[in-house]
């Protein structure tokens, strides 16, 4: 499932742009759609395409709000075959700055029991306003993804252009 992309935009576009553009046309797909649909995309795609998917979604949302930061963490900590997808994709992008993040999210969520189940999550907003520690930490955490997050995007437009065939077809016209 690899999308159609010419020569020169290929070349042309900086990597950050080349990573949505790469994950852009997978998003009318998946919006929206059941978790069999979902599933039946995901299933497409290769595992160089599935490591940006599992990245594009949860950054795409994480990115957003500390309280978007602090849910979609815990969302895919509460899934732990994604979680574990999430942070190989990582591995695969060489971003082990981003990756310390997700190890150091991780160490708290596991010292705070936090759930391993999807059926028993339960999260809000109200956690991160009335729980200092818990805000601190999210903050502190929520800052560092702001600041590694260009490095991350970047090393993945480097993944891309270094394995373009694994994510594109290039054309001539």
């Known amino acids: 499932m690899k999308i159609k992309m010419t020569k020169k935009m290929f070349s042309s576009i900086d990597n950050i742009e080349?990573?949505?553009?790469?994950?852009a046309p997978i998003i009318p797909m998946i919006?929206?759609?059941?978790?069999?649909?979902?599933k039946q995309i995901?299933?497409?795609?290769?595992?160089?395409?599935?490591d940006l998917f599992m990245f594009s979604v949860y950054y795409n949302h994480a990115e957003k709000s500390l309280y978007e930061f602090y849910w979609w963490s815990a969302y895919y900590y509460a899934q732990p075959d994604a979680w574990i997808e999430l942070k190989r994709a990582l591995i695969h992008f060489k971003a082990k700055s981003m990756l310390c993040i997700?190890?150091?999210?991780?160490?708290?969520?596991?010292?705070?029991?936090?759930?391993?189940?999807?059926?028993n999550i339960n999260l809000s907003q109200k956690d991160?306003?009335?729980?200092?520690?818990?805000?601190?930490?999210?903050?502190?955490?929520?800052?560092k993804f702001k600041e590694i997050s260009p490095i991350t995007l970047n090393?993945?437009?480097?993944c891309i252009r270094e394995n373009p065939y694994q994510f594109v077809y290039l054309e001539d016209v």
């Open 18 to 23: 080349l990573g949505k553009a790469c994950f």
């Open 42 to 50: 995901y299933n497409q795609l290769s595992p160089e395409q599935k």
């Open 128 to 143: 991160i306003d009335n729980q200092v520690d818990l805000q601190n930490f999210i903050q502190s955490m929520f800052t």
């Open 155 to 158: 090393k993945i437009g480097d």
């Open 31 to 38: 919006r929206g759609k059941s978790i069999e649909i979902k």
């Open 102 to 119: 997700l190890n150091e999210l991780e160490d708290f969520f596991r010292e705070k029991n936090y759930s391993r189940n999807l059926e």
